[in-house]
């Protein structure tokens, strides 16, 4: 059966991160095992050299791939995992993380501070707690892939 957005992933087309190689925009899906999060390219630089990369996943922007991947019919929730592991496996700069690595998750439904923060801390502010900004039209999706989520806050 195919994955259903909310049920078994929620995801956000374009969010910026700071990658190893740089700032840049990146696709962000989680999926009940895990975050993923896909550099569509990064700036970054030393003293006066700049550098640009680009990233592919089978010669195809992250952004396209993994779209039309929640778009097959055929995609299992098993299948989705499986792929986008390969393909973070294939591909220098994803992240990756375990969602039971985070232990809270805060949700900005705001139009200035619309976000989903998770964080590897059950309470008090945390510098490193990993951030996304999806749009308008992904929010609900996060609201009902979280619903259920323990330790849920959303503001």
């Known amino acids: 059966m195919a994955v ?3 049920k078994d992933y929620a995801a956000a087309r374009k969010t910026t991160w700071v990658f190893q190689s740089g700032v ?3 696709t ?3 999926t009940r095992h895990s975050l993923f999060i896909f550099p569509h390219s990064a700036i970054g630089g030393t003293g006066r050299t700049v550098t640009e990369t680009d990233y592919k996943i089978g010669g ?3 952004v396209e ?3 039309a991947l929640l778009a097959d019919s055929a995609t299992t929730p098993e299948q989705l995992e499986e792929q986008m592991r390969k393909w973070s496996a294939q591909v220098s700069g994803p992240i990756v993380e375990h969602m039971s690595d985070f232990k809270r998750v805060r ?3 705001g139009f200035i501070r619309r976000s989903v923060v998770l964080s590897k801390k059950e309470k008090g502010f945390e510098m490193g707690a ?3 900004r999806p749009s308008k039209e992904e929010l609900p999706a996060f609201l009902e892939f979280f619903k259920d989520y323990p ?3 959303i503001k």
């Open 4 to 6: 259903q957005p909310g």
């Open 24 to 26: 840049g925009d990146a």
């Open 28 to 30: 962000a899906l989680i």
């Open 60 to 62: 195809r922007k992250p």
């Open 65 to 67: 791939a993994i779209m």
């Open 107 to 109: 949700i900005f439904t």
């Open 130 to 132: 990993t951030s996304i």
């Open 151 to 153: 330790a849920l806050e």
